[in-house]
């Protein structure tokens, strides 16, 4: 597998977070249980049936066996009712899951629903763990779908199992889960939230739009928004790169990032490394043309094909966008180390092959640009069901639903400019009212939901929590890297830099200009 291989650094991520999320310090625990983990009766979830209910209760520094997202056992754990329902839509010859982690002891008085990531409706262990060990009750289904990030070709063609993936198996969890926990705990929880991040992010939309009285806050990060066109709009590098039968290394493509990062660094005035706002960097690719850099030990020259290449994975196919300068292409424009061919992002690979061509074999690299055309018109005309492009917060809005997104801008695998585009519509949808109930945050130089050289925010769901239960809408979000912290700003604000040390946060106030 490629070193650069998005799947294996997200794995990488969640693996090496998951030990650390199980020993956060928990502050203020709440009540203690009034119905027995065992004997829980079905919860009432309308168009189902719920098939069994299963409890068991774990003792105080439970250690998590492996699972899909956690590879190595996790110790510690707060005590917790692990409930398991299993239910089915009649007619549509399902199976669906849902877990409910309900804190024995420590409760905070508040509900979570946790997302998914990819193809996977919910990622379980990499949102409960975190969730239990703050307090909330906590839960995540699998929608009916194997939970598998990459691979959907047992499920692409039933349109029952897509509808639940798609919107229906996020709002069963979220009844089936608050109902469970206010049998628990002989109470309803207090207030409702919705964490997630990716798919994650989308099904957070999907529930402001679809649900909207579901959840009282939602942080939606990282959101893939408009499925239906960034998805196959993340094949775009590797037609490009066929097309012109050249595919860069990583080393190669990378030279330009550098080039880029070069050129545009200062134009914030901070001299920090990163490209605060790609949109407006106008260096050239053509300008490397001819220059020999060091690839593995060889000197390579960058070719105006090489550069040709860049500039339309940059440029992006016109219907959408493309690639931001700055952002690694070893996540959608990832090649092999020798440069003989391109390795495509599976999840876009999969969906035009799953879902858009129905044959799990087809070879994508023979993909033409009219080809692809074809296909992004076809993924917009046949699913609308799974898209959560639509402006219309109005509902969610009026039930008093607070709403946070933040998105890095180095994202390698979900372009932001798709979601500043979203938030613009909702804006216009609902001018001068839509920083009542939402606020977005881009994270410059952040990687997909985490990673990259810029400071990543460290507790979104603080902020919406905050919001809802106390009125004080953020005004920035506190970031961190490594290296580096910063207070990012509410869109369309930015990180003005007022001198100083570029890797204090201290050093930057928010302004409409750099």
């Known amino acids: 597998m490629n070193k650069g291989d998005p799947m294996r650094r997200l794995a990488k991520l969640a693996t090496a977070l998951l030990p650390l999320l199980a020993l956060l310090v928990l502050a203020g625990p709440a009540s203690a249980t009034t119905t027995a983990c065992e004997g829980m009766s079905a919860p009432t979830v309308p168009g189902a049936r719920v098939q069994s209910v299963s409890g068991v209760a774990h003792p105080d520094g439970y250690t998590l066996p492996p699972g899909p997202f956690n590879p190595d056992p996790i110790p510690g754990l707060p005590a917790f009712c692990e409930l398991t329902v299993t239910l089915t839509h009649p007619g549509a010859n399902d199976t669906v899951t849902i877990v409910v982690w309900l804190p024995t002891n420590t409760w905070n008085g508040r509900f979570q629903g946790t997302g998914g990531g990819g193809y996977a409706a919910g990622l379980f262990a990499i949102g409960l763990v975190p969730a239990l060990?703050?307090?909330?009750?906590?839960?995540?289904t699998d929608a009916g779908v194997p939970i598998d990030i990459a691979?959907?070709?047992?499920?692409?063609?039933?349109?029952?199992?897509?509808?639940?993936?798609?919107?229906?198996?996020?709002?069963?969890?979220?009844?089936?889960?608050?109902e469970v926990t206010a049998r628990y705990y002989g109470h309803p929880a207090n207030y409702?939230?919705?964490?997630g991040c990716s798919t994650g992010g989308r099904q957070g939309l999907m529930e402001a739009q679809r649900y909207p009285t579901d959840y009282d806050g939602i942080v939606a990060a990282a959101p893939a928004v408009n499925w239906t066109k960034f998805i196959p709009a993340e094949q775009w590098p590797q037609v490009v790169m066929?097309?012109?039968?050249?595919?860069?290394?990583?080393?190669?493509?990378?030279?330009f990032n550098t080039a880029a990062i070069a050129a545009c660094d200062t134009l914030d005035k901070a001299a920090d490394g990163i490209i605060s706002s790609p949109a407006d960097c106008r260096f050239n690719p053509y300008q490397l043309v001819g220059k020999k850099i060091q690839c593995n030990g060889q000197e390579i020259t960058i070719t105006r094909s090489d550069a040709e290449v860049v500039a339309k994975?940059?440029?992006?196919?016109?219907?959408?966008?493309?690639?931001?300068?700055?952002?690694?292409?070893?996540?959608?424009?990832?090649?092999?180390?020798?440069g003989t061919e391109g390795i495509p992002f599976p999840i876009s690979d999969n969906w035009i092959k799953d879902f858009l061509l129905h044959d799990p074999t087809y070879d994508t690299s023979t993909i033409t640009y009219a080809d692809w055309y074809r296909l992004f018109a076809q993924s917009k005309r046949e699913y609308a069901n799974i898209d959560t492009s639509n402006p219309n917060l109005t509902a969610f809005r009026a039930a008093g639903g607070k709403l946070i997104t933040w998105h890095g801008e180095a994202d390698e695998l979900i372009f932001p400019a798709g979601t500043k585009d979203y938030y613009q519509r909702v804006d216009a949808a609902?001018?001068?009212?839509?920083?009542?109930?939402?606020?977005?945050?881009?994270?410059?130089g952040v990687g997909h939901c985490a990673g990259g050289t810029g400071p990543a925010p460290t507790d979104p769901l603080a902020a919406v929590v905050t919001w809802v239960e106390q009125g004080r809408a953020p005004e920035t979000l506190p970031a961190q890297s490594e290296t580096a912290t910063r207070n990012l700003c509410r869109y369309p604000l930015v990180s003005h830099y007022t001198g100083g040390d570029v890797n204090q946060a201290s050093n930057y106030r928010c302004a409409r200009t750099y």
């Open 313 to 338: 994975i940059w440029a992006g196919p016109g219907v959408w966008s493309g690639m931001q300068k700055g952002t690694p292409f070893y996540g959608i424009a990832n090649t092999t180390e020798d």
């Open 133 to 140: 060990t703050q307090g909330y009750a906590a839960a995540a």
């Open 430 to 444: 609902t001018p001068g009212h839509t920083e009542d109930f939402y606020r977005l945050f881009m994270a410059p």
């Open 242 to 255: 066929n097309e012109a039968n050249n595919h860069p290394t990583q080393c190669e493509l990378e030279a």
């Open 151 to 178: 691979d959907p070709g047992t499920w692409a063609n039933d349109p029952e199992l897509l509808t639940n993936f798609a919107y229906r198996s996020l709002h069963d969890m979220t009844v089936a889960g608050k």
């Open 192 to 195: 409702s939230y919705w964490n």
